[in-house]
C-alpha cells in the first residue's frame, strides 16, 4: 500500500511542479519519476535543514513538490549548458 501512495504523491507532485515552473511537462511516466526524484531531494533538503512541514499526506507533497520544483530547476539549467 505505500507504493500505491509514493506513486500516487509522486504524480501528483511532478505535475504541480510542471504546473509551477510553466512547463508542459513530461507526461504521465515522466511525471511520476520527477515526482519521486523530487521526492528523494525534498527528503534529504528538509531533513538537512531541520524543517518538518508537517506529517501526513499534505505535509509528504510539500516536500516531494518542493523537491520535484529544485530537480525541474536544476534539469533547466543543464539544458541550458
Same mark, same amino acid.
Given at each position: 500500500?505505500? &507504493? &500505491?501512495?509514493?506513486?500516487? #504523491? ?12 510553466? @512547463? ?7 511525471? #511520476? ?12 533538503? &528538509? ?7 508537517? @506529517?501526513?499526506?499534505?505535509? @509528504?507533497?510539500?516536500? /516531494?513538490?518542493?523537491? /520535484? ?13
Amino acid at each position: 500500500m505505500e &507504493f &500505491f501512495w509514493m506513486f500516487l #504523491i509522486g504524480m501528483i507532485a511532478g505535475w504541480l511542479a510542471g504546473q509551477f515552473m510553466g @512547463s508542459t511537462g513530461y507526461g504521465v511516466i515522466g511525471d #511520476i519519476i520527477v515526482g519521486v526524484i523530487g521526492a528523494l531531494i525534498g527528503g534529504t533538503l &528538509f531533513e538537512k535543514t531541520g524543517i518538518m512541514p508537517g @506529517s501526513g499526506l499534505i505535509g @509528504s507533497l510539500i516536500v /516531494a513538490t518542493t523537491g /520535484a520544483i529544485i530537480f525541474l530547476y536544476g534539469l533547466r539549467m543543464l539544458k541550458k549548458v
